[in-house]
């Protein structure tokens, strides 16, 4: 009895009485049917595809309470918990999946070059092949518009701010020495060897409440998360050599490599205009090691350590003798961070980066010794509410300790210091109002123990797409930073500096083409003064500066219309005045020309197995003093031109022979003046021109790459 | 007793009918992929692969179709999206089947579409990762025909953007098809296609 009436039981379940027709209709927002969707009951074979107007019918033999689902590509997947007898006439609504291709992006401000981001101007690989780069991965960005050329100095100028003004982070974390230690009139390059980062994000104004401490622009470099292969790396050129080796295991790698660089021999065959006592050298090593948890999240470790030393004598029209400078810089920087996937869509990000970093500094018979420490720590929390909503929030601490003991014979030693600690929280909201609508709001408050200050920079952007290629995008932000060390030396008695961005930008992408034009202007309140020639022990310092920067960016970049040829131009048109340093009034300063004009081009020789690249900088006359006049920074020097000039030959798939030049045409460049501290007998203060070292840089290197698979090569390194 | 039984008895039926579902929906797929409507191909494959869970081969197929029919199309933006969506289809299937050789070459294929579509921009990104797919695949099976054939035309072409001979690869093809004669497999519906590609890749050994 028991088992028939099991068997009655199981039959019933089993044989599910006939077969229940499900029907309906897939459209979009607009009630626009959507063919193709796959509509299903999930867990079952039971489903169908959506037709040309959008309807589907499908029978089932289930019963009770189904997951009824609906996916698209593109769109939102749709599900719809119901008992299949009532799953009749349905009207499915697809949302568009804000994360999918062809939405809006929030980039006013910002470009990105990488694979993943879906406003990549550039590729990484751009970067690091443009003529006159030479491997800095920090020069190459001096091609976009937004910069100033200033190839004296070899930093980034944006918008009307100093090289100071810009931050420079490493998987979210601080760098706080990103360039090599240098002087006056010798243009430094970044730290860092350009084949461990896969995707860069330079902010010339805009940038996210993550990031603070900065007036003008972050650059942000994101390292490798897994590299391709095992390989060896090796470097030969003519003013150093290197190498380079990467292991692999399952869940993670390993990478390392160092270089030397000697620049004797080189500037033994090459005059110089300044006379080198001791040539620069240098020895650099870095490490990489990464490792990937069985839940995804990703654990990053670099560690870099840096040698230089060089000594000089700089022309001066002070002293006929000049001005003998020395310097032994050792740099040591650690940065850990870890990314990964928590419970209910929330994402971590957190890491540690610190620095050492130590200067032994001769100019004349002073001697300088400072030593600085710095230390950044980093938690970010997101939670994904939906596709639409995300919530990010965070907490940063800033430790900086500097110490410095300077010797002047026959007048004393003076000892300084300081700790400059600071704490920041900051929250984001991301809300995307459909495919075309974007917001990001953002709050970010800080905490300076120095200089006893608190501050709130509010943050928001908004963009919205014209149409499927174009796009418009708003930016406003209020920034805040500290003096730098040259000031809190003396001081720590100021206030932050402040600079507000009000951004406009409109992007054109089409298939290899890409326009982009963003108009700025950008304010900037209590600039640090003081009433010396340079910050010292006694200058009276005061917040009392300020000025603008307004202006107009625009990027040209086209891929397809002329085979194996890709070229980018940019233009930057810049209006800017400042009262900050030592001057009497509101003036353009010398690192700021009014038009600034980058032509980049590579062409591929397939026949020559050859990759030629071509620069052309152009700047309009750069802005200088001259005491004989009564007018302050009313003087303009000549125009600065430049060619660059470079080729890399594939011997083969792994070796590669490269050849570069800077300024090709010998143009001959002038980038201020230096007047003498008093006139002569006639009433007049003599002046000497501040030209680059040498007008034309030389660089000749074979590149060979190991590995097991035989294609990689280091033409990205180039 | 008897009630286990005849319980024991349901369920086993149970089994065999979905087996045989699974059986009907695949045929019928590769039917509706045959029969060039590749997005209804797409949607069965996806419907089994969520059916069936802990089977890679509905996704894999998912992914495989998604990745022929790209090279078909012109149209940039739907090519990213076909591609983007296999990627996802084979990370769920490398989540039911581990180091599987097949999933390697299906995801070599998916980068060289990428490579095939935009070669300025995925060329140098991705080239090293597809050598080291068919590398590693090849490490796991040295017998399995579509690694070797697939490899053999990857190299063919790299040969030929460097101006090398690529007939230096021809015997690998050779190799690939006395392979493929050999090829056996107890699971339904394991991939054994490739074959009828031979002939094509050997066009640059004439």
């Known amino acids: 009895m028991k088992s028939k009436l099991t068997i009655a039981l199981l039959l019933l379940v089993y044989n599910l009485s006939g077969q229940i027709n499900i029907t309906g209709k897939v459209t979009d927002k607009k009630g626009i049917p959507i063919i193709g969707a796959n509509v299903y009951l999930e867990g079952t074979y039971d489903g169908s595809s959506s037709d040309e107007t959008g309807s589907f019918s499908f029978t089932t033999s289930e019963t009770g309470q189904q997951n009824f689902i609906v996916s698209f590509l593109s769109f939102e997947t749709y599900t719809l918990n119901k008992d299949v007898s009532e799953m009749k006439n349905l009207n499915v609504i697809l949302k568009e999946d804000v994360n999918s291709l062809g939405s809006v992006v929030l980039n006013a401000g910002s470009f990105s070059a990488g694979d993943n981001s879906k406003a990549s101007v550039l590729t990484p690989l751009d970067i690091v092949t443009t003529a006159g780069s030479a491997g800095d991965y920090i020069a190459a960005l001096q091609t976009l518009p937004g910069t100033s050329n200033a190839s004296e100095d070899g930093r980034l100028f944006v918008r009307g701010g100093d090289a100071n003004e810009t931050n420079i982070y490493i998987d979210g974390l601080r760098v706080f020495q990103p360039f090599l230690a240098t002087t006056n009139n010798i243009p430094t390059r970044g730290r860092f060897s350009p084949f461990l980062f896969k995707g860069t994000n330079f902010s010339t104004g805009g940038y996210s409440a993550e990031f603070g401490d900065a007036l003008s622009s972050v650059l942000q470099l994101n390292t490798i998360d897994e590299p391709d292969q095992e390989k060896t790396d090796l470097q030969f050129i003519n003013v150093g050599l290197g190498g380079g080796n990467t292991q692999k295991w399952d869940n993670s790698s390993l990478s390392v490599n160092a270089f030397y660089i000697n620049l004797k021999p080189y500037q033994g065959l090459i005059e110089q205009r300044v006379k080198w006592i001791t040539p620069y050298e240098s020895l650099s090593g870095e490490t990489v090691y990464r490792h990937k948890f069985s839940n995804d999240g990703l654990l990053k470790v670099y560690g870099g350590l840096n040698y230089a030393n060089f000594e000089l004598i700089q022309d001066d029209i002070n002293t006929t003798e000049g001005v003998n400078f020395g310097l032994k810089n050792r740099n040591l920087y650690l940065n850990a961070s870890y990314k990964g996937n928590l419970k209910n869509d929330w994402d971590i990000a957190t890491g540690a980066s610190f620095a050492n970093d130590e200067n032994d500094i001769k100019i004349d018979d002073t001697t300088v010794d400072d030593t600085e420490n710095s230390f950044h720590f980093k938690l970010k929390l997101r939670k994904r509410f939906s596709n639409q909503f995300k919530l990010s929030f965070g907490a940063e601490q800033f430790l900086n300790t500097f110490s410095e003991k300077a010797e002047i014979p026959s007048i004393d030693t003076f000892n300084t210091t300081y700790d400059n600690h600071s704490t920041a929280v900051f ?26 200050y608190s501050k709130i920079s509010p943050r928001t952007s908004l963009a919205y797409k014209t149409t499927s290629k174009s796009q418009i995008s708003l930016a406003y932000g209020d920034f805040y930073q500290a003096p730098q060390q040259d000031v809190l030396k003396y001081n720590s008695m100021l206030e932050p500096e402040k600079s507000s961005h009000y951004i406009l930008n409109y992007l054109y992408q ?130 600065f031109n430049a060619v660059n000039f470079s080729w890399a030959y594939l011997i083969s798939q792994q070796k590669i022979l490269y050849f570069s030049v800077s300024n090709a045409l010998d143009f001959n460049n002038v980038f201020n003046y230096q007047y003498s501290n008093t006139p002569d007998a006639n009433g007049n203060f003599s002046r000497r021109a501040i030209r680059p070292n040498a007008d034309q840089f030389f660089i000749l290197g074979f590149f060979w790459t190991i590995s097991d698979n035989k294609t990689d090569n280091q033409l990205d390194n180039l | 007793m008897k009630t286990v039984l005849i319980i024991l008895s349901f369920l086993t039926a149970t089994t065999i009918n979905a087996q045989a579902a699974y059986e009907k929906g695949m045929t019928k797929a590769f039917e509706l992929w045959e029969t060039k409507t590749p997005d209804e191909a797409i949607n069965l494959f996806e419907r089994i692969a969520k059916a069936e869970k802990e089977n890679w081969l509905p996704f894999y197929y998912a992914a495989q179709v998604h990745i022929v029919t790209t090279f078909g199309i012109k149209d940039a933006e739907e090519i990213e999206l076909r591609l983007k969506k296999a990627q996802n289809f084979l990370n769920e299937a490398k989540t039911f089947s581990k180091n599987n050789a097949e999933i390697m070459i299906m995801e070599a294929m998916l980068n060289t579409a990428y490579v095939a579509y935009n070669p300025s921009v995925y060329g140098p990104a991705l080239s090293a990762k597809v050598e080291e797919l068919y590398q590693k695949a090849k490490a796991l099976q040295p017998k399995n025909p579509r690694a070797i054939l697939y490899h053999a035309e990857w190299k063919m072409g790299s040969a030929k953007f460097w101006g090398k001979d690529p007939k230096a690869f021809c015997p690998e093809i050779e190799k690939a098809i006395l392979y493929f004669e050999k090829e056996t497999h107890d699971t339904p519906f394991y991939p054994k296609w490739g074959k009828n590609q031979v002939k094509r890749v050997q066009q640059s050994c004439q």
């Open chain 1, 510 to 639: 089409d298939n290899g083409r890409t326009f982009r034009a963003e108009g700025y202007y950008k304010s900037y309140k209590s600039l640090i003064k003081f009433d010396t020639e340079i910050p010292e022990f006694g200058s009276n310092f005061n917040n009392n500066g300020d000025g603008y920067a307004a202006g107009l960016d625009i990027f040209w970049r086209d891929n397809k219309s002329i085979k194996n040829l890709e070229y980018w131009a940019s233009y930057s048109y810049l209006d800017t005045e400042r009262d900050y340093k030592n001057y009497p009034n509101r003036a353009t300063p010398n690192f700021a020309a009014k038009h600034n004009l980058s032509l980049v081009t590579k062409y591929w020789i397939k026949d020559w197995k050859s990759l030629i690249s071509t620069t052309y900088n152009f700047s309009s006359g750069r802005p200088y003093n001259d005491p004989n006049e009564s007018v302050f920074q009313n003087q303009k020097t000549r125009t």
């Open chain 1, 427 to 452: 929250t984001e909201a991301n809300i995307f109002f459909s495919k075309k609508l974007a917001l990001q709001v953002g709050v970010r408050g800080v905490h300076n123990t120095l200089l006893n």
